[in-house]
C-alpha cells in the first residue's frame, strides 16, 4: 500500500496540476506562472524526501523497524487528507498555497522512508531463499499505484464536468489516497518486529553513533550500487509507464484513451514481471539475472518505440513484451538489501534510494524531453543506455558481488 500510494500521488498531483494551480494562486497570476508554481509545490515533496527518509531511516535502525514503518504511512494517510480538505485562495488568500507546499512537504517526508521501510521490513522477515520474491511483490505495488490514479482520474473526468471538477471533484482522489494510507495504518497493528532487529536488540548490536556515518564512512561501494539500481529503477518506471502516454500521443498519434488503454495494458505486464523477476532472482542470483535481464531490456523496449506507431495491435503487443521487461527492476531491492549489514540497512538503503530517485527521476523527464529535440528517438536511446548500464552492472555482480557487506542475517557476507 505504501509503495502504491507513492505513485498514485505523482500521478494524481500531476492529473490535476492545472484546476489546483487556478484554485490555490491569485487568479490574475499568468498561466505559465501558475504552472510553474504549481509543479514547483509538487517538486518540493521529492526535494524534501532525502531529508524526511533520512531521519525515519536512522530512528528504524535505531528504535525499530516496525514503528517507522507505521509513522510513514500514517503521515502520508494525514497529509495527503489534509490536501483533500486545504481551503482555496478565494477562502483564505496566500495562506492556501502555503498551507499546500507544507503538507506535500510533509507528504514527501513520508514517502521518504515508505519503500526503502517496507523493503527492509520485509526483507528481514521472508525465509532467505524468497527475499527477490517478496521485494518484487513490493515493486509491483508501484505499478499499482500509476493504474490506480489512472483509474480514479480518468473516472473523476468522466464522471463530473469540468466545472464540477473545480468546485470540488478534484478532492476525490485525494480523500480517497488518505482512506487508503489509514487502511494501511491499521493493518499495520498486526505487524510484528523483524527477527533480525529484535536479534540485534537482544544481544546489545543496534548501533550507538549515528547510522548514517558509519553508512558513508564504512559502506561507500554499497551506497553506489544503490544508487545505481535506483537509476535503473526509476528510468525504466519514468519513461516507459509514467512519459510514454504523452509520447503515444505526440510522437505517434494516438488518441488519450488509446495511449491511457496501452499504458494500462503494458502496467499489468509489469505488475507479473516485477513479481517474476524478483521470484527468478531468488533462483540465479543477481549477477546473471541482470548481465541478461538488460540485453532483454535494451531489445524490448527500442522495438517498441521503433514499431508502436504501426498499429493498435501492435502497439498493444509490444506494450505487453515491454511491460514485462521492465520487471526487471522487481529484483533490485534484492541486492540492495544486501548492500548494507543490519545494522545500518535502513539508513543506507534509504540514503541510496532517495537521494538516487530524487536525482535521477527528477532529472529523467528533463533530459529525455530536451533530447527529443535533437533525435525523435531520444527516448529509446536513453533506454538503451539504461540497458547497457543494467548488463554491466550484472557483470559486475557476477565478478564482485562478495564485495557487498553484510547479508540479511547477522552472518557475514555471501555472494549474490
Known amino acids: 500500500m505504501g509503495g ?21 494562486f491569485p487568479p490574475d497570476m499568468p498561466e505559465w506562472l501558475v504552472l510553474i508554481q504549481t509543479f514547483g509545490i509538487f ?35 494525514l497529509s495527503t487528507l489534509a490536501m483533500a480538505c486545504l481551503p482555496t485562495y478565494a477562502a483564505i488568500g496566500v495562506l492556501a498555497p502555503i498551507l499546500l507546499i507544507v503538507f506535500r512537504m510533509l507528504q514527501g517526508a513520508a514517502i521518504g522512508g515508505e519503500v526503502p521501510g517496507a523493503w527492509t521490513f520485509v526483507a528481514e522477515h521472508v525465509p532467505a531463499n524468497r527475499v527477490g520474491m517478496a521485494c518484487g511483490f513490493l515493486c509491483s505495488g508501484l505499478t499499482f499505484g ?27 482522489p485525494f480523500f480517497i489516497g488518505g482512506v487508503f494510507g489509514l487502511l494501511g495504518v491499521y ?3 498486526w505487524l510484528s518486529e523483524t527477527p533480525i532487529f529484535l536479534e540485534m536488540k537482544a544481544s546489545n548490536r543496534l548501533q550507538k553513533s549515528l547510522p548514517l556515518k558509519i553508512v558513508l564512512r ?27 502516454s504523452t509520447f503515444l500521443q505526440k510522437l505517434y498519434g494516438y488518441s488519450p484513451l488509446e495511449s491511457l488503454l496501452a499504458t494500462s495494458f503494458g502496467s499489468l505486464f509489469l505488475i507479473v514481471g516485477t513479481v517474476s523477476a524478483g521470484a527468478l532472482v531468488d533462483r540465479i542470483g543477481s549477477g546473471r539475472f541482470f548481465a541478461v535481464a538488460g540485453v532483454v531490456f535494451g531489445i524490448a523496449t527500442f522495438a517498441f518505440y521503433t514499431y508502436a506507431g504501426v498499429s493498435l495491435q501492435v502497439l498493444f503487443a509490444l506494450y505487453a513484451v515491454m511491460g514485462l521487461s521492465v520487471g526487471m ?11 548494507f549489514p543490519a545494522g545500518v540497512r535502513f539508513s543506507g538503503l534509504s540514503f541510496s534510494y532517495n537521494v538516487a530517485y530524487a ?9 529525455v524531453t530536451s533530447l527529443l529535440a535533437v533525435n525523435p528517438m531520444a527516448h529509446a536511446w536513453y533506454l538503451v543506455f539504461i540497458a547497457v548500464l543494467t548488463t554491466a552492472l550484472g557483470f559486475y555482480l557476477m565478478r564482485y558481488s562478495e564485495r557487498l557487506e553484510g547479508d540479511i542475517g547477522l552472518r557475514p557476507a555471501l555472494a549474490y
Open 146 to 172: 500509476i493504474l490506480l490514479g489512472s483509474f480514479i482520474a480518468a473516472g473523476i473526468n468522466w464522471a463530473f464536468s469540468p466545472e464540477e471538477v473545480a468546485s470540488f471533484a478534484w478532492r476525490i
Open 218 to 244: 564504512d559502506h561507500l561501494h554499497g551506497v553506489v550500487i544503490s544508487a545505481l539500481l535506483t537509476w535503473i529503477l526509476s528510468a525504466g518506471i519514468v519513461v516507459t509507464t509514467l512519459m510514454t
Open 359 to 367: 536525482i535521477f527521476g527528477g532529472l529523467t523527464p528533463v533530459v
Open 187 to 189: 493493518l499495520r497493528r
Open 329 to 339: 527492476v522487481g529484483a533490485t531491492p534484492y541486492v540492495m538489501v544486501r548492500s
Open 43 to 77: 517538486a518540493a515533496g521529492y526535494l524534501v524526501r532525502p531529508l524526511g527518509g533520512i531521519l525515519m531511516a536512522h530512528f528504524g535502525d535505531r528504535a525499530g523497524r516496525k514503528r517507522v514503518f507505521t509513522l510513514s504511512v500514517f503521515l502520508m494517510a
Open 4 to 24: 502504491a500510494l507513492e505513485f498514485y500521488d505523482f500521478i494524481i498531483f500531476v492529473f490535476f496540476a492545472s484546476v489546483i494551480g487556478h484554485l490555490f
